[in-house]
């Protein structure tokens, strides 16, 4: 019972900061303040810290390893691969504008150029190999609630970039999608 409230909680909690605080920032600062950074730091720990709720281990150990070698072995090889991509990718971004701060441009290039959002795709690589290595409904339901979450995010700094960056902006998201690579439109493209 204590994890499906602490799930609800975060959920709200993630809608107050990304649409209240962040977006604030972003429309009166043009970038976000230490503030919302923290916030959002905040959001994102409750979101890690949340199966601690269901899993049968003191914070902050892990559970005992899968005994299936197969499930072993696939969990951790996602969970690693989405791990290093996802800095990977912050490390190509620059830390200052993956927290926020005003960007000098639409980032069109390595894998912005395949997804709007690749950070949120590697992250999202990484839960879903965790929850190859902790199958349950919790975790699947904990892997929801990051997508719920990453998508207040998304739609927040869509508005700003929006706003910063006008048509250049739209043209970009008419190319790019979202979330998923669309392969046809990058095969298109490079044509």
Same mark, same amino acid.
């Given at each position: 019972m204590a994890y499906w409230m602490g799930w609800i909680l975060t959920a709200l909690i993630? !809608?107050?900061? $990304? &649409?209240?605080f962040v977006?604030?920032?972003?429309?009166?600062? *043009? @970038?976000? *303040?230490? *503030?919302?950074? +923290?916030l /959002? +730091?905040?959001? +994102?720990?409750?979101h890690a810290n949340l199966p601690y709720l269901y899993l049968d281990v003191p914070w902050p150990a892990m559970p005992p390893a899968p005994e299936n070698p197969v499930q072993l072995y696939l969990g951790l090889a996602v969970s690693i691969l989405g791990l290093v991509a996802t800095l990977a990718i912050m490390a190509h971004l620059g $830390?200052?504008?993956? =927290?926020g701060q005003e960007p000098g441009a639409v980032r069109q290039t390595g894998?912005? &150029?395949?997804?709007?959002?690749?950070? #949120? #795709?590697?992250?999202?690589?990484?839960?879903?190999?965790? *929850? =190859?290595?902790?199958?349950?409904i919790e975790t !699947?339901? %904990?892997?929801?609630? $990051?997508?719920?979450?990453?998508?207040?995010?998304v739609i927040t700094e869509e508005e700003h970039l929006?706003?910063? +960056?006008? /048509?250049?902006?739209? /043209?970009?998201c008419k190319i790019?999608?979202? $979330?998923?690579?669309? %392969?046809?439109? =990058? @095969?298109?493209?490079?044509?």
């Open positions: 993630a !809608a107050v900061i $990304f &649409r209240v977006r604030r920032d972003y429309l009166h600062r *043009g @970038k976000l *303040g230490p *503030g919302a950074v +923290f /959002e +730091f905040v959001i +994102f720990g409750l $830390f200052g504008t993956t =927290v894998p912005y &150029r395949l997804s709007r959002n690749p950070q #949120i #795709i590697t992250y999202s690589l990484m839960l879903i190999g965790l *929850g =190859v290595l902790y199958p349950s !699947a339901a %904990w892997i929801l609630l $990051f997508a719920a979450i990453a998508y207040l995010m929006q706003n910063l +960056f006008g /048509e250049s902006y739209q /043209e970009y790019v999608p979202r $979330f998923i690579i669309n %392969w046809r439109s =990058v @095969k298109s493209r490079r044509q």
